[in-house]
């Protein structure tokens, strides 16, 4: 690859971006081109460049407003396949890299992390790789082994998880729809599936179910 590895950086907190950037700008090899702060941002600002014309990589939350990350990186799968996108969540790995490297990601990575694996991971995705750790890979190897994957929060399809997690962080019905532009009555009937799959009877219940599977991981 000749010149700086041109990076598009999707976030909506701005401490996060600028954190996020100062650790980039480290590297004299790297170069934050543009940001974003939502999922159609995002699109827009792709679109615009080229997709991996003007872009490298694209790091990319999975907490968006707007536009739900994981629909933003399905979609940018979809317009422009040769650009590489490495997730970025507060989440545990987990709940999230396996589902993200299903949907296509090239890498996911928690925002905690060492600014030199950060470095690396944009690196590696930069050059056609995919970036995962350890924790990522063994769960990688259970999801493809059968062993996980009708376990926890892995058996919610993707719009079900979606669901989950914002009923998980507070979010009422009407919020939810808002949110995924879904009507309030389908969020319900998610809602009621996500209740019978984690054997929760109400959302206080599944709470403390998201509390179990989600720390540590």
Not at 64 to 93: C, F, H, I, N
Not at 144 to 171: D, I, N, Y
Request: hydrophobic share 40%; charged share 25%; proline share 5%.
């Amino acid at each position: 690859m000749t010149g700086p590895i041109r990076v598009l950086l999707g976030d909506d907190h701005r401490i996060v971006r600028e954190g996020l950037k100062q650790v980039l700008a480290d590297a004299p090899d790297i170069e934050v081109r543009a940001e974003a702060t939502s999922g159609p941002e995002v699109m827009e600002k792709v679109a615009a460049l080229g997709g991996h014309l003007g872009f490298d990589v694209v790091l990319l939350d999975i907490a968006m407003p707007g536009r739900d990350g994981l629909d933003v990186l399905q979609e940018l799968r979809k317009a422009w396949p040769k650009l590489p996108v490495l997730m970025l969540s507060t989440y545990p790995e987990r709940q999230y890299a396996v589902r993200c490297i299903k949907l296509g990601a090239a890498g996911y990575l928690n925002k905690s992390a060492d600014p030199d694996d950060m470095v690396g991971a944009v690196r590696k995705v930069a050059a056609g790789g995919v970036f995962v750790t350890p924790s990522t890979a063994e769960a990688l190897a259970a999801a493809v082994g059968g062993a996980s994957a009708r376990k926890g929060p892995e058996a919610l399809s993707h719009r079900e998880h979606q669901v989950f997690r914002l009923l998980t962080s507070g979010h009422s019905v009407s919020e939810i729809g808002a949110q995924l532009q879904l009507a309030p009555n389908t969020v319900s009937t998610y809602r009621a599936r996500i209740l019978e799959k984690t054997s929760t009877k109400n959302d206080v219940e599944l709470a403390l179910y998201a509390e179990r599977h989600g720390k540590g991981g």
